[in-house]
């Protein structure tokens, strides 16, 4: 309405500390939705009041301020558009083509996704600064284009779908490995994810990366009952009781990569790709029934999808696993002075394990005792001194 991403994002904010006030005393209103709406909306005609170049925004706020306390207004009608999910609509809208890739992304997660921008920085594996300084800008940018609030159609909705796989795809992962704070799991992300996921695939059906994500995060999510202790201690993949990992999540992650293979005639894009790598731990009954040597090859051709460092790492511990840790660990000596990984916990703690199995306990000692320092996960910090321990 306001076309005004920080405004927005203001007038939300004022109506909820609104509610925090009111509500304690006077009860949560039978439509706490409408209220919230209502008052953010009364707080904008106050504000446009105060300034005469948004007099014409007035008059259309106005008309609809009509609108009684506990009737919300029919915003999908005017919208004009065929997705049903609210949160799907907004990531829709705020992967807007004004902004570049890595703006549309780190703005949607910050507003939408529920990440701080230091979970936002560590996901991108750059300083917080930069991500701060990236989603300033990109409120500007949509301000000064002054661009209009509403869900694409046909082909400008499919140019914006890699940025919100993108976002849907790094919900999963902050709700998958926490990044801050006490739990190593954030079901709740998890959960939306995986939800997103489910409709976007409805929504466009023929899209075969559309089906690798939601296959992909089916497939991770299977595992979670069996990740962490009674106590919310982790638990490692190579140690989990598979038998706690749930058979329907599994199913409907096989289905979902058989449709997304189907529809790229066997191709894999990097979402399939990753799914593709999580189906075969899935199929393993037992961890020395995983194919290694397919996950190892599955991650050569995902490092020609997507080149990333953090994919390498990812192959040298499927080689390792496969041909044996020296394998390994050449690879990931490779990756020792990459500027991307300066900071990331997981290339000590990779580097760590793959030592520790060549009986270099010195050295593991000293990777685990890093990676631990490096990390921001209460949860993961006090594994990887575990770890360290056992080196003694």
């Given at each position: 309405?306001?076309?005004d991403?920080g405004?927005?994002?203001?007038?939300?904010?004022?109506?909820?500390?609104?509610?925090?006030?009111q509500?304690p005393?006077e009860g949560?209103p039978?439509?706490?939705?409408?209220?919230?709406m209502?008052?953010?909306?009364?707080?904008a005609?106050?504000?446009?009041?105060?300034?005469?170049r948004f007099e014409r925004?007035i008059?259309?706020?106005?008309r609809e301020?009509?609108?009684?306390?506990?009737v919300?207004?029919?915003?999908?009608?005017a919208?004009?558009?065929?997705?049903e999910?609210?949160?799907?609509?907004?990531?829709?809208?705020?992967?807007?083509?004004?902004?570049?890739?890595?703006?549309?992304?780190?703005?949607?997660?910050r507003?939408?996704?529920?990440?701080t921008?230091?979970?936002?920085?560590?996901?991108f594996?750059?300083?917080?600064?930069?991500?701060?300084?990236?989603?300033?800008?990109?409120?500007r940018?949509?301000?000064?284009a002054?661009?209009?609030?509403?869900?694409?159609?046909?082909?400008?909705?499919?140019?914006r779908?890699?940025?919100?796989?993108e976002?849907?795809?790094?919900?999963?992962?902050?709700?998958y490995?926490?990044t801050?704070?006490?739990?190593?799991?954030?079901?709740?992300?998890c959960?939306?994810a995986q939800?997103?996921?489910?409709v976007?695939a409805?929504?466009?059906?023929a899209?075969?990366?559309?089906?690798?994500l939601?296959?992909?995060?089916?497939?991770?999510?299977?595992?979670n009952a069996?990740?962490?202790?009674?106590?919310?201690?982790?638990?490692?993949?190579l140690d989990q009781?598979r038998?706690?990992?749930?058979?329907?999540l599994?199913?409907r992650?096989?289905?979902?990569l058989?449709?997304a293979?189907?529809l790229?005639?066997g191709?894999y894009?990097p979402?399939?790709?990753?799914?593709?790598i999580?189906?075969?731990h899935?199929?393993?009954?037992?961890?020395?029934q995983?194919d290694?040597?397919?996950?190892?090859?599955?991650?050569?051709g995902?490092?020609?999808?997507?080149?990333?460092?953090?994919?390498e790492?990812?192959?040298a511990v499927?080689?390792?696993?496969?041909y044996?840790?020296?394998?390994?660990?050449?690879?990931?000596?490779?990756?020792?002075?990459?500027?991307?990984?300066?900071?990331?916990?997981?290339?000590?703690?990779?580097?760590?394990?793959?030592l520790?199995k060549?009986?270099?306990?010195?050295?593991?000692?000293a990777e685990?005792?890093?990676a631990?320092?490096?990390?921001?996960?209460?949860?993961?910090?006090?594994?990887?001194l575990?770890r360290a321990a056992?080196?003694?």
């Amino acid at each position: 309405m306001v076309r005004d991403v920080g405004l927005a994002e203001e007038l939300a904010q004022d109506a909820l500390v609104a509610a925090m006030e009111q509500w304690p005393g006077e009860g949560v209103p039978r439509n706490p939705g409408a209220w919230l709406m209502t008052t953010a909306k009364r707080r904008a005609i106050d504000l446009f009041r105060r300034n005469e170049r948004f007099e014409r925004k007035i008059d259309e706020l106005g008309r609809e301020q009509q609108l009684g306390e506990g009737v919300l207004p029919d915003f999908d009608a005017a919208l004009e558009d065929h997705i049903e999910d609210d949160l799907l609509r907004l990531v829709f809208t705020a992967c807007h083509p004004v902004l570049n890739t890595g703006a549309r992304v780190a703005l949607t997660l910050r507003m939408l996704g529920g990440l701080t921008t230091d979970e936002i920085a560590r996901a991108f594996l750059v300083k917080e600064s930069t991500i701060a300084q990236r989603i300033v800008r990109a409120k500007r940018s949509l301000t000064a284009a002054n661009v209009p609030f509403e869900v694409p159609e046909g082909e400008e909705r499919v140019k914006r779908l890699s940025s919100v796989l993108e976002v849907i795809y790094l919900i999963f992962n902050e709700g998958y490995s926490a990044t801050r704070g006490d739990d190593w799991l954030r079901p709740a992300l998890c959960e939306e994810a995986q939800r997103l996921a489910r409709v976007l695939a409805g929504l466009m059906p023929a899209e075969p990366e559309v089906h690798g994500l939601a296959a992909l995060v089916e497939l991770q999510a299977s595992r979670n009952a069996a990740r962490t202790d009674a106590s919310g201690a982790p638990i490692l993949l190579l140690d989990q009781d598979r038998s706690r990992w749930n058979q329907l999540l599994i199913r409907r992650g096989l289905a979902a990569l058989t449709r997304a293979e189907e529809l790229a005639e066997g191709a894999y894009g990097p979402y399939a790709a990753q799914a593709a790598i999580a189906a075969c731990h899935a199929r393993a009954r037992t961890p020395e029934q995983t194919d290694w040597v397919r996950i190892s090859a599955l991650y050569a051709g995902l490092a020609r999808l997507r080149p990333s460092p953090v994919v390498e790492l990812n192959r040298a511990v499927a080689v390792s696993m496969a041909y044996g840790p020296q394998a390994g660990l050449d690879l990931v000596d490779k990756l020792v002075d990459e500027p991307a990984l300066k900071g990331y916990h997981l290339l000590p703690s990779v580097r760590g394990d793959l030592l520790a199995k060549l009986g270099r306990r010195a050295d593991a000692r000293a990777e685990f005792t890093r990676a631990a320092e490096l990390t921001g996960n209460a949860r993961e910090r006090a594994l990887l001194l575990a770890r360290a321990a056992e080196q003694d």
